[in-house]
């Protein structure tokens, strides 16, 4: 089974047109597979699919870091077995450097970018936030879109997104009209805390800028 990356593209496109990466389409192509699998096919599908390097990304997992992200990942199948399906697959690579497929593939319907481990995972001609980590995930900005500017005329985050992430820890940077947290401890912010700040971000989204 090829992947046809140019369907995944929603540059210059009408909305209505889009067809934006899933895990299932990635699942897919890993379910083709009749042999077993290495690295490289894992890091060409969710680069094909999702646009995302998996060689930048750094290995997260305390028991392979000391690997680059190729070698981590020969490293796990050759210990847990390279026949896996596609949820294992991903499973793996959440495991690996924290990184949730599904969960991104799901930003582009709540119009969220993300930059993460030093590359766009999320980018989205139109997404009204961006999330950005730092490295290695310590700390986590949330930022107007060009986008939501131009349609809203706003220049700063709204004051309900700002309600809706103060619990989590969340300051509003003035001088820079951004969102910041970071860890006390300087440790990455976890996976839980990931999915609290997109869930509260997509909630306001779909709440007060569906018409955006």
Known sequence: ?????????????????????TAEA??????????????????????????IDIDLAPVLHPDYAFLDSRTAIDSYLKKHGNKQGGPEIRQIIQQLFGMNLAGIAELYKDRID???????????DLALFLVHTGKKDIDVRII???YFIKKTGMEVVPPSLQEALAPLGYSYIESEQHLYYKDPDG????GEFKIKTMKAIAKIVHADFVGF
């Open 1 to 21: 089974m090829s992947i046809d990356n140019t369907i995944f593209s929603n540059r210059d496109r009408d909305e209505s047109l889009i067809i934006y990466p």
């Open 114 to 124: 993300l930059y993460s481990k030093d590359q766009w995972m999320v980018q989205n």
């Open 187 to 190: 440790q990455p912010v976890s």
């Open 144 to 146: 107007p879109t060009d």
């Open 26 to 51: 990635l699942d897919a192509y890993f379910s083709s597979i009749s042999c077993g699998i290495e690295s490289s096919e894992i890091c060409n599908a969710i680069n094909r699919i999702f646009g």
